[in-house]
Each structure stands twice: as C-alpha cells, then as structure tokens.
C-alpha cells in the first residue's frame, strides 16, 4: 500500500519559515517523482515543487523560486519542502504527490495518482 504522510505545517508570521515532510512508504522511491502541491480556497490545486529522487532534478513554481527548497533523503524515503520569507499568499493546504515512472519533474498535478493528507500552513501579515 503506498502511502504519503506530510508533517510540519502550522502558522507562521510573514517573512517566518516552515519545512514540510513528505514520508512516503509502499514504493521504490528511486522509481518516482515526488512532487509538493498546494490548494488554497476556492483554487485550484498547483504544483509548488517536484523532485526526481534518483537524481535530484527539481523544479519549482516562478512565485517560490529563491524562497523555497526541495530535497529528498532517499535512506528514510523522505522529501522536504523549506519554506523562506514566506508570505500570505503561501496560506494553502499544502500536499506531497508522487506519481511513477517519470525521470522529470511534474508540476502538473492531474498526472498524479498517489496523494498524501496535506497539512495546512497559514501564513499571517
């Protein structure tokens, strides 16, 4: 059963920082592309960041480019989101996806088949 568990969202000020986990079971990581999503009220869902594990490729949205990093840790099957000098225009619920067989990273998200709960990050002016 796969299965993707995210961890470290919360409330923070502008300009604050968070990092998200993303811990993902039931797959060989090397195998897939894990990918960070967000969905804020009343939008749509959107990809933030992805990365492809079994090199590191990564790409990110224009709005998080230079404020955000994404990394994995392949040992636990673990991939990060930090998040800098955030604003209230981050304020979603924020997802890790992972979708198989691609060796690119994916920011569209209608691809994906393998969702994790999200956990919300809200970000006060």
């Known amino acids: 059963e796969v299965q993707l568990v995210e961890s470290g969202g919360g409330l923070v000020q502008a300009g604050g920082s968070l990092t998200l986990s993303c811990q993902v079971s039931?797959?060989?990581?090397?195998?897939?592309?894990i990918g960070w999503f967000r969905q804020a009220p009343g939008k749509e869902r959107e990809g933030v960041s992805c990365?492809?594990?079994?090199?590191?490729?990564?790409d990110y949205l224009d709005s998080v480019k230079g404020r955000f990093t994404i990394s994995s840790d392949n040992a636990k099957n673990t991939v990060y989101l930090q998040m800098k000098s955030l604003k209230p225009g981050d304020t979603a619920i924020y997802f890790c996806?992972?979708?198989?067989?691609?060796?690119?990273?994916?920011?569209?998200?209608?691809?994906?088949?393998?969702w994790g709960q999200g956990t919300q990050v809200t970000v006060s002016s």
């Open positions: 990365i492809t594990p079994d090199d590191g490729t990564t």
């Open positions: 996806g992972a979708i198989y067989g691609v060796h690119v990273p994916v920011l569209d998200p209608r691809p994906y088949l393998y």
């Open positions: 039931g797959i060989t990581f090397d195998y897939y592309a």
